[in-house]
Every structure is written in C-alpha cells, then in structure tokens.
C-alpha cells in the first residue's frame, strides 16, 4: 500500500486539509495529485464563512461550495463545513442588523438554506466558531450583543432542523488551555441543557513549538469525550516564528515592521527549525494515537506552507514553515516523522 497520511492513519482517524479558493476552483494536476493521495477529508478554508457564501441578505452564492462539495463525493472524502455563525468574516449587510426579530430571521434563513443544501453531502459543520474570550467568559460579539447566550443553543437547534443526522461542532482555539477549556465545556453543557445536539468539540489547534504542552491537551481530550464529544484536532499547524507580542519589549506602538527577529527564516528554515518542527509533530501523533477512539479527525489548516494564513499573521510578509509539506509541496522532515511513527513503533 502507497504510504500516504490517509494510509497510516486509516484505522485511527479522518487526516483532513483545509483547500483554499483556488485549491477548490483550479486545481492543478500536481495539487489535485497531493490532495487525493495524503488526505480522506476536506473543510473550506474560507470559501463558506458567511460573507462568501450569504453577500445579501437574499442571495446565496454557492458556485465554489458546490465545487468543493463535489470534489470531496468525487473522492469519497469526510467533507467538514466551516462555518455557520462566526462573529468574523460576515458580509457587511450582516453587521448592521441590530435588532433580535431580524437577528433571528437572519439565523434562521442561513443556518436552515445551507444545511439543507447539503443535506446528506456535508458530513460536519462547525456551528459556531470562536464564542469565547481567553478567560472561558463569552467573547462579545454582534450574536452575543442581539440575542443573548441563547443564540448559541438556537443555532445547533436549527442545524439539526435541516439535517438532523450532521454532525454538529462547537470548535475555537486555545480551548485546550485550562481556563478557555473550562469556559467550553461550561457553554457546551449550557447548550445541551437548552435542548440542543452537540456531537463534537473542534479544538483548532494552531500551535507552537514549545506549546501547549503535551499535558495540557491530553487533558483536554480526556476532558472533553469525557463529556460524550467526539474530539476533532480541526486546524493544525505550528508556528516555527516567533510570537510578535513576545518580542514586542519597549515596542509599546506594537510597530513590528522592519523588525528583522519577525522574520528570521525568510530566505531558508535551518536544519536545527526542522528537525523541532518533525519532533513536535511526532509527539503530538504520538498522543493522539494513544487516543485515537476518541478523535474523530485531525485536519491541517492548508495543504502546504505556501497557502498557510501563518504567511502573512500577524503582519504581511512573514514566511512559515507550519505544515507538513512546504512550499513546492515537497514533504519535510515533520512528514515523515509523522508517517514513520506507526511504522517504527
Ligand atoms: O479574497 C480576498 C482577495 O480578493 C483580496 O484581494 C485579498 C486582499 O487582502 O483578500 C482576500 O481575502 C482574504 C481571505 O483570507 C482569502 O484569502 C482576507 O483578506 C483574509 O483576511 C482571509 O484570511 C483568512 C482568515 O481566516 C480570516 O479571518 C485565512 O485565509 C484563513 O486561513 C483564516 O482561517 C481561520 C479560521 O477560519 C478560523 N480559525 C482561525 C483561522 C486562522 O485565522
């Protein structure tokens, strides 16, 4: 058998890729090749978040989604929606609504037109992204600002309406992390209690090298299915840059740019970043196969370095190495560690 991501892992769990606009639209013979051989499940990058997918208030745009959605039937991949209610990215005619009638109306007709459309195609959604503040409280936003904590219930009630057999997520990040942990697990039970179906947690997992430590999110597994959630790893990658705030010190106007320490690698990531990266990827596949009746999917956040959002965050220009492939789409140290670890075990 071909060794591939998908291969290694198929007893364990979905390896998935979030695919860019272009990686839905036009994909080449060498992405396309990649794609099918590496990885059984696909999530949109950005193509079905609201302001792509809803413009106005009575047009959907579904061109590119049905193009995605396509591509994974054609390749009988694990297709994940991303997202339905997420307080980024709305359409600007989303932002002005201002009373809780029309909020409601609003929830109602996007979350019922788009799980419905892929009624039966679409495996699972992301139902709300990223409700929370670091500290576990809700994270203010337009929904929380309208409607109230109930708005969270309300749109897992909704999505079930339209397809009552999707699988339903509740996904951020740094909810591994004890604090935020503690404040999702508090909203998920909320939202059961209100009568709602949630059937996973998504813990995005973008990652540095050094954290969050192996401890941390074994205990957030063990958390969270403890609850009767599936686990889903959603967008991993790691950082090998450092964390701008960090290296902030007297740059109190946060004026990053021109700053050589924000860019270190631009011309070649050294051996030394290499070797860490595959390191940390070994430990975090080790872990989640210790688990693997738990996690239900691990997907990376981009096929290969040259598509990651690390890119260009939290300045333009930046170049990373966060993926498993790198920007010719040769695979780097980090992937073999990542396939070999079953093999030599
Ligand atoms: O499509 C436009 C293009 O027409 C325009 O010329 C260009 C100029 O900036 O922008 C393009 O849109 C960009 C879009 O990605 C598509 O490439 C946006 O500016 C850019 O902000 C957007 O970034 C995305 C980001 O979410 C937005 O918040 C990243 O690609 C995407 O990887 C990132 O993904 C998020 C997850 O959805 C949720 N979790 C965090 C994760 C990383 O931030």
Redesign the pocket.
């Known amino acids: 058998e071909e060794v591939s991501l998908k291969n290694t892992y198929k007893d364990d769990f979905y390896i998935g890729a979030?695919l860019?606009?272009s990686q839905i639209e036009e994909k080449e013979a060498k992405t396309d090749s990649l794609i099918t051989k590496e990885f059984n499940s696909i999530t949109a990058?950005?193509i079905m978040?609201s302001m792509?997918i809803h413009p106005s208030k009575d047009k959907y745009d579904f061109t590119l989604s049905d193009k995605f959605v396509a591509y994974g039937e054609k390749n009988k991949m694990f297709i994940h929606g991303?997202?339905l209610i997420?307080h980024?990215?709305l359409a600007p005619w989303m932002q002005q609504i201002k009373d809780s009638t029309e909020m409601k109306a609003f929830m109602k007709d996007h979350i019922s037109t788009i799980v419905s459309k892929y009624k039966g195609r679409i495996n699972s959604w992301?139902v709300v992204?990223?409700a929370l503040n670091e500290d576990g409280t809700l994270r203010k936003s337009i929904f929380l600002d309208v409607l109230g904590e109930n708005y969270l219930a309300d749109a897992f009630k909704l999505a079930e309406k339209a397809d009552p057999k999707v699988q339903l997520y509740y996904?951020?990040?740094n909810i591994e992390e004890p604090a935020k942990r503690e404040g999702a697990i508090t909203l998920i039970k909320k939202i059961k209690a209100a009568g709602a179906k949630v059937d996973g947690v998504g813990i995005?997992a973008?990652w540095k090298l050094d954290r969050p430590s192996l401890e941390v999110i074994e205990e957030s597994i063990l958390a969270y299915s403890a609850l009767g959630l599936k686990v889903a790893f959603?967008?991993l990658d790691i950082t090998v840059l450092p964390n701008p705030w960090d290296l902030r010190g007297a740059d109190v106007n946060q004026n990053f740019e021109g700053n050589a320490k924000m860019n270190p690698y631009a011309e070649k990531i050294p051996d030394s970043i290499q070797i860490k990266l595959a390191d940390r990827y070994a430990s975090i596949f080790k872990l989640f196969l210790k688990h693997k009746d738990k996690i239900s999917r691990v997907t990376f956040?981009?096929v290969d370095d040259k598509q990651?959002?690390?890119n260009?965050?939290p300045i333009k220009g930046r170049t990373n190495y966060p993926l498993l492939f790198d920007a010719k789409m040769q695979p780097k140290k980090a992937y073999f560690s990542v396939v070999n670890l079953k093999q030599t075990k």
């Open positions: 979030a860019s606009a990058e950005n978040k792509y991303h997202t997420w980024s990215q992301d992204n990223e996904n951020d990040y995005q973008h959603t967008e956040w981009g990651s959002w690390l260009d965050w």
